[in-house]
């Protein structure tokens, strides 16, 4: 601690989830993205190892922590979005997990004998046996509004992870402020020169959505009040109407079919996680499936409806599937770099994707079916790529600064694109800027739409939330003696 410069230890994909450096001169850390799991690296650096694989289903780990033997980790894994049923495991170093806390997340354990966590911007704590790893004392709420990272317009951003630290003298300092509140959204289309209109339909907390073909529909996910599960619902946009599609949890990334007449989506299946499945648009009848488990996630149909592009949670290439008669899906596109917005070009062949394998987010385009050429359409940052119904343009969303996870400040750019014979395109130039409103990333699939027309968008536009910029930080001192007398341990 006597200062130097920083010291790479290595390269990570995103912001981790999490990190904790053990005894043994390793230092573990959460994968911030969704479809990872647990890595390791030298202290002294080196390539990252994985520690914990994805594992089948959704469970997403985040906040390891070592307990005194430098071996045994705290961690939080959550399944689907549910931050209230999170669970607080210790891992050992032979693979044996035991589940410590229902309900909680980022935990640490202290000298005292405690183990302290999060729940709801609350810091809980519960006398805990580091050795035979058991609690062994009833959990109380010890200080509210403590800054967690839960409740934020997109689950990719959450680690559960509460702004708080302890020292080994037994002082406290933390982050007030609680969970991240409530972002709803409005409804708008915007034109080319960035004019925002209101359609005036209900809010909602609306995440990625979608344009029938007609133009006249949209299909939305929307998240719940109070968790980050999410329903599909669809609104008129003539009428002015909104009805829900779905009623199960985790229903997400919808789109269309091409005749307007059913939606496509992922939802989850027990035992089997994530799943596309498909619904007919007015929601009525069963719920159809596609592609059972895998963290399936539909991202779109080529022009002439024989193939479906898809992601999956547990890859992180593109695979494409026949939608009709015999055939099994294909892996288009292998990547050991995250990929997001399969995309296909209006003649249907060329998928536009989004990829961060050269240490930035940029737009892509790849022929199809492949194998065939490749070209980077981005030049300094982009995701969430769409055609224009004409093919001639290809719009994406720049947002942040290149390299960082992007902010939910962004732009729209559109590039000039040739088909036909040789793939041509001209380059980036800005529509207008969406800044913190009119629309942001939303995860493996877009979260906006271009009208038929091809000169508007349709986007949900982020309420403006207080700042919740940290500018204060308090400290507890002696907090220790507090914590002992509010949770005591057995035989004191």
């Known amino acids: 601690m006597s200062g130097g410069p920083a010291v790479n230890i290595c390269d990570a994909r995103v912001e981790p989830w999490g990190a904790t450096w053990g005894a043994a001169g390793m230092i573990v850390f959460a994968d911030g993205f969704a479809d990872a799991g647990l890595e390791q690296v030298p202290a002294a650096g080196g390539t990252p190892q994985t520690l914990i694989p994805y594992v089948r289903g959704g469970n997403f780990v985040s906040a390891p922590d070592f307990l005194p033997d430098g071996k045994t980790l705290l961690l939080t894994v959550r399944t689907l979005y549910r931050w209230e049923e999170a669970q607080i495991v210790a891992l050992r170093p032979g693979g044996e997990r035991r589940v410590l806390v229902n309900g909680g997340a980022g935990a640490r354990y202290l000298p005292t004998g405690h183990l302290v966590y999060m729940l709801n911007g609350a810091l809980m704590a519960v006398p805990f046996d580091a050795n035979r790893l058991e609690t062994t004392g009833t959990a109380v709420a010890l200080l509210d509004g403590v800054m967690q990272s839960v409740n934020m317009p997109g689950s990719d951003f959450e680690s559960g992870m509460g702004q708080f630290a302890c020292s080994s003298s037994g002082h406290l300092v933390y982050a007030p402020g609680g969970i991240h509140p409530a972002r709803h959204t409005t409804l708008v289309r915007v034109d080319r020169k960035g004019t925002v209109t209101d359609l005036n339909l209900p809010k909602g907390r609306d995440i990625s959505l979608r344009l029938s073909p ?12 109070t968790s980050n599960l999410r329903d599909l619902w669809a609104y008129d946009l003539v009428r002015g109407t909104v009805v829900p599609l779905t009623n199960q949890p985790q229903s997400e990334w ?38 059972a488990g895998g963290g399936a996630i539909p991202s779109s149909l080529s022009p002439d409806g024989k193939w479906l592009a898809y992601l999956t949670v547990e890859h992180k290439g593109i695979w494409v599937r026949p939608m009709s008669g015999p055939g099994e899906p294909k892996l288009f596109l292998e990547s050991k770099f995250g990929v997001q917005d399969a995309e296909f070009s209006p003649d249907g062949k060329w998928l536009a994707y989004s990829s961060i394998e050269g240490g930035t987010v940029e737009v892509y385009v790849q022929a199809f079916p492949g194998p065939g050429e490749k070209q980077r359409i981005s030049t300094n940052g982009g995701l969430n790529p769409a055609w224009a119904p004409n093919g001639r343009e290809l719009f994406y969303l720049k947002c942040g600064r290149p390299g960082a996870r992007a902010s939910m400040s962004c ?45 508007h968008f349709i986007m949900a536009k982020h309420d403006e939330l207080p700042d919740q910029r940290v500018t204060r930080l308090n400290l507890v001192l002696n907090w220790f003696e507090e914590l002992k007398r509010r949770a005591p341990r057995s035989g004191q």
């Open 214 to 225: 007609d133009g006249q529909r949209l299909v939305v996910d929307r998240l719940y009040e």
């Open 411 to 455: 732009s729209m750019m559109a590039v000039d694109i040739t088909l036909g014979g040789a793939f041509k395109a001209g380059a980036p130039r800005t529509l207008f800027e969406a800044g913190p409103g009119p629309s942001g990333p939303s995860g493996p699939t877009r979260s906006y739409d271009v009208y038929p027309d091809g000169q």
């Open 254 to 291: 919808p789109i269309w079919s091409l005749d307007g007449k059913r939606i496509i989506f992922s939802g989850s299946i027990e035992h089997l996680g994530l799943s596309i499945r498909s619904i007919l648009a007015d929601g009525q009848g069963a719920i159809e499936t596609i592609v």
